[in-house]
T-cell receptor
């Protein structure tokens, strides 16, 4: 099946720093989504990307759909304590009957 | 508006017992998904319902797992003869045809099999 390689697996950063994480795939995706999951909660959709090369922002978050359609990155600027959580990328390809393929997640810890 | 809701939020059961987990999708969403998330892991796809079409059951790990969706809305995931390895958080998500591939998740049910 399709797989997404998400990195890094975990990150420890100082409050105020910027952070970047990415997902890559060996196959083409038509849609990239980024989710955040807080402890004990379900994932919450942060950003959706539908076009290769698309760059979309949501507050301090910026995500891009790679030109090759095989990768995406998420940047968080000026991190704050509430950014702590697990960030998942997810991709959809036309051959997967509306199923999303999820990355393994990036655990973000923000140190005061 | 109301999001995806799931019940119970926590379930502790003895090995060998059957359990039922419930999901109420966002009103008007035609697609419903079940995922399983083991501790510290990513999301494992289980089953997908779309309207009145036959469900995609390709992710169900064994025949002890089954799911129904009544009236195109509420869904129940049933695990028969639970095993300790079934312990995980079970997440439900829904999406609409007009919403592209954006899935909206419920808070999950944490299942513990003792």
């Amino acid at each position: 099946g399709q797989q997404l390689n998400q990195s890094p697996q975990s990150m420890f950063i100082q409050e105020g720093e910027d952070v970047s994480m990415n997902c890559t795939s060996s196959s083409i995706f038509n849609t990239w989504l980024w989710y955040k999951q807080d402890p004990g909660e379900g994932p919450v959709l942060l950003i959706a990307l539908y076009k290769a090369g698309e760059l979309t922002s949501n507050g301090r978050l910026t995500a891009q759909f790679g030109i090759t359609r095989k990768d995406s990155f998420l940047n968080i600027s000026a991190s704050i304590p509430s950014d702590v959580g697990i960030y998942f990328c997810a991709g959809f390809s036309s051959g997967s009957a509306r199923q999303l393929t999820f990355g393994s997640g990036t655990q973000l810890t923000v140190l005061p | 508006g109301a999001g995806v809701s799931q019940s119970p939020s926590n379930k502790v059961t003895e090995k060998g017992k059957d359990v039922e987990l419930r999901c109420d999708p966002i009103s008007g969403h035609t697609a419903l998904y079940w995922y399983r998330q083991s501790l510290g892991q990513g999301l494992e796809f289980l089953i997908y319902f779309q309207g009145n079409s036959a469900p995609d059951k390709s992710g169900l790990p064994s025949d002890r797992f089954s799911a129904e969706r009544t009236g195109g809305s509420v869904s129940t995931l049933t695990i028969q003869r639970t095993q300790q390895e079934d312990s995980a958080v079970y997440l439900c998500a829904s999406s609409s045809l007009a919403g592209g591939h954006e899935q909206y998740f419920g808070p999950g049910t944490r299942l513990t099999v003792t």
